[in-house]
């Protein structure tokens, strides 16, 4: 394991007893690594990281994972552009320890997929990919092959748009980044961050088709990346008040939506637009090697009343550490910028909160670290880092290498 996997911890934050735990990660590398990671913290010693067992599996460029609790699997996808790539299906032992249990051959350049329909929604597995601008499904389990049957597609949408965009990120054509159950789980959303789009999709439970309803279209050179659900009621499965926010990579903004169901569709409507930066100053973009290299939104993730945005490249913290931007959201759903943090990380890709909310993991793209920020559950706000780690090789300044996902085993 010592060939692909170099720890490194610094910059450590002692916790109070009370916050004393062991807890499991899992992290994706784009060398075609995937590695589990133990966090202990306490309160006589700083918090710490370490490396457990590692796995390969998802091609040579895993690029998202997805976990699922009940059923203690783990599915990776890959963002290969060498024309092919691997979807993997994991179990997940209780020390985090990974076994391949499935596989699937792809067209290369998923960078999300989740699982949807069947009597448990867990029946098939929708994908996107980046570049071919397709979404593709299918039947799950996975197998892939050379012996019959091994698994092909069983669906396969191609996007389109009628004129190029107004950010040069959008001149090659749609650029699909997610795939996202609404909460009643019969519908399928897709964020376009080439076509500043949302496409939106009914779900055939039973056989896993998928059908087109009319796209939400977001501002022009918004770039939505991702989405995720809020409801005044806490409870996203009730319709009444339901939010969808999106995350602009290309607009370095999050947007909210209202949302009906009618006609057999889902609609949305777009009620706000905040910028991920305080004020709506964005920071400079940097000139490397003769081009010009602007901060751009990554993930966001929605706890309760707080919404949290990670920037890529802004640089706020210094030369090579990014923010995280945090938000309160109000009653009516209108979120409000409280304030921008370090990320601990350079270009964070990635992020997730602990169930219990006092936690945040930020997976950082070319540092290729992972890092550990204590959260106030009652203010919301981001604190002390925990712990750090670098996990695999560093990456590349502007290139697609580096740590490329990290989750919570729970």
Not at 108 to 137: E, M, R, W
Not at 167 to 194: C, E, M, N, Y
Not at 203 to 230: K, M, V
Request: proline share 6%; net charge negative; aromatic share 10%.
């Amino acid at each position: 394991m010592s060939q692909i996997a170099h720890a490194l911890l610094v910059g450590v934050a002692f916790l109070p007893a009370t916050y004393a735990a062991t807890a499991t990660l899992l992290a994706s590398h784009f060398n075609g690594a995937l590695f589990t990671l133990s966090l202990t913290t306490g309160s006589n010693r700083p918090g710490s990281l370490a490396i457990t067992s590692a796995a390969g599996g998802c091609g040579s460029t895993p690029t998202w994972l997805q976990y699922y609790s009940d059923t203690k699997k783990l599915y990776c996808v890959d963002e290969s552009w060498q024309g092919y790539g691997t979807i993997a299906e994991y179990s997940v032992a209780a020390d985090g320890t990974l076994t391949v249990t499935g596989q699937a051959k792809t067209t290369g350049n998923d960078v999300h997929g989740t699982l949807y329909g069947g009597p448990n929604g867990k029946s098939f597995i929708a994908t996107v990919q980046y570049t071919p601008s397709t979404l593709t499904t299918y039947a799950l389990p996975l197998k892939a092959g050379p012996d019959r049957p091994f698994t092909v597609p069983l669906q396969e949408e191609t996007f389109y748009m009628a004129a190029p965009g107004p950010d040069v990120r959008q001149k090659d054509g749609p650029h699909p980044h997610q795939a996202l159950l609404d909460p009643t789980g019969k519908f399928l959303l897709v964020p376009d961050l080439g076509a500043d789009a949302i496409h939106i999709f009914t779900i055939n439970s039973a056989s896993g088709h998928l059908n087109a309803c009319p796209d939400a279209i977001t501002g022009p050179g918004d770039g939505p990346r991702h989405g995720e659900w809020w409801s005044p009621k806490g409870n996203t499965m009730s319709a009444d008040g339901l939010k969808l926010f999106t995350l602009n990579e290309i607009g370095n903004s999050v947007s909210s939506w209202s949302v009906s169901y009618s006609g057999g569709c889902l609609s949305l409507n777009k009620t706000q637009t905040i910028s991920t930066f305080a004020g709506g100053k964005v920071p400079p973009a940097t000139i490397f090697n003769g081009a010009s290299f602007p901060p751009k939104a990554a993930e966001l993730r929605i706890v309760g009343n707080f919404l949290y945005a990670a920037n890529r490249n802004d640089k706020s913290f210094g030369n090579s550490t990014d923010s995280l931007a945090t938000y309160t959201i109000d009653a009516s759903g209108t979120a409000t910028f409280v304030e921008s943090t370090s990320a601990h990380a350079f270009y964070p890709r990635s992020f997730s909160v602990n169930k219990a909310g006092t936690m945040v993991a930020v997976g950082g793209q070319t540092s290729s670290s992972v890092a550990i920020i204590a959260r106030d559950t009652v203010t919301g706000k981001l604190g002390n880092l925990i712990a750090w780690m670098q996990v695999g090789a560093a990456g590349t300044y502007t290139d697609e290498n580096g740590l490329s996902s990290v989750i919570w085993v729970e």
